[in-house]
């Protein structure tokens, strides 16, 4: 690994398809009566394990001239699987996909690699079980999971307490085979893709924003479309190139066909509160999604801000890159009540933090509140990094370098094929 710490980014760059999306277009394109066409699908581990489980439910999905053709099954169609459906690493296809086979009258077996298999799905099945659903889990909260699907789905009404919109998209999925009107009621808005698909595939949904609530109503009166679908570029993927070019003085790049989803861009408004040098032009409107090109010519550091819990949910994927740009940033930068953090790929909080310690950023953690005290001095670094497999976790600390003396220590880097394969090459070719 060459030294980075006198690089700056400099070029074009298209990231690649977003993984969020990437799920949903499989899932609901083979929830739709025809064949669907999908361009620019994110080929990462964790959308290839989705691909992978919804054939095993019986849908006809293949690569055919670097497209995706799905033939899908109509909901209540899904055929009980032959053997155990294999998860990996995602989180989102296994809630997604658990809310979806909740109202099918099968029986599955869930399982996933050791990461999964310590988070929590209670938080998911304890909404599925209301519609009759049956769930056998390890604790009554862990993989394997049995799911026993509801033979008669019950419409009901949904109070979603925690921001997630992988809950949330698991009890809309689960509604697509339940006969009358559900309603769904978050105290939190979270990434609202799954809302704006089935909008595209002209199902009966409506979703609206009063604040602090969010508010979904869905009727199952029609069949869902299929689509010919271009997957925009993933602004989590991208926030790591962003975030590097915000970094370095000097730094000029443009990120082409970004997906602009206000639920996805809150780590933009944290830059650009720090003092990034970011502009936006070329937005449009596709598939009821935002579509935009970043721009960023840096020429100024950056400065110390606070995040605020309310503020979490629409850069949960993004504060590990997010804590990188603190520690370079003047002053003491607060992100508050990170607990979500807690349960993703890995406890992010603490690897945050023990990570930025061993390279010799000044920081701690008060209750769920991360507090970084930065400053524009070249850190240590040839810290070795804990990552517990986690991607963001690699990425970032990867990106790290830029401010480092000494590269830190990254053993086995693999896990970044879970989200993003070609990110090393991408970073190393913006490099000058």
Known sequence: MTLLKKNKLKGNYTPPGDKSISHRIIILGSQAVGQSSISNLLESEDVLNTVSVMKQLGSNIKKKSGKYIIFGL????????????????????????????????????????????????????????????????????????????????????????????????????????????????????????TERMLKTMDYDISFKEKKPHRFITMSNKRDLKPLKYKVAGDPSSAAFMIVAASLKVGSKIKVKDMLYNPTRIGFLKTLKRMGANIEIKNKRIVHNEIIADVYVNQKKELKS?????????????????LSIAASFAVGETIFQD???????????????????????????????????????????????????????????????????????????????????????????????
């Open 74 to 193: 109509p909901p209540g169609g899904l055929f009980t699987p032959k053997k155990k459906l294999d998860f990996g690493n995602s989180g989102t296809s296994i809630r997604l996909i658990t809310g979806l086979i909740s109202s099918n009258n099968i029986k599955a077996v869930l399982v996933g690699d050791k990461s999964l298999s310590s988070r929590p799905m209670k938080r998911v099945t304890e909404h599925l079980k209301r519609i009759g659903a049956i769930f056998i889990l390890k604790k009554d909260n862990f993989l394997p999971m049995t799911i026993n699907g509801s033979s008669n789905p019950v419409p009901l009404d949904y109070e979603i307490l925690i921001p997630s919109a992988q809950i949330k998209s698991s009890v809309m999925l689960s509604a697509l085979n339940t006969l009358g009107r559900v309603k769904i009621k978050e105290f939190a808005s979270t990434r609202d893709h």
């Open 305 to 321: 801000v606070t995040v605020k819990g309310n503020e979490i949910p629409m850069q949960i994927n993004e504060i590990p890159i």
């Open 338 to 432: 990170l607990k979500e953090l807690t349960v993703k790929e890995s406890n992010r909080l603490e690897l945050i933090y023990k990570n930025l310690k061993g390279m010799g950023v000044d920081c701690f953690i008060k209750g769920y509140d991360l507090h970084i005290i930065g400053n524009r001095e070249i850190k240590a670094g040839g810290a070795n990094i804990t990552h517990n497999f986690d991607h963001r976790i690699v990425m970032s600390f990867y990106i790290a370098n830029l401010i480092c003396a000494k590269n830190n220590i990254i053993i086995d880097k693999s896990c970044v094929k879970t989200s993003y394969p070609g990110f090393f090459k991408d970073f190393n070719t913006l490099l000058k």
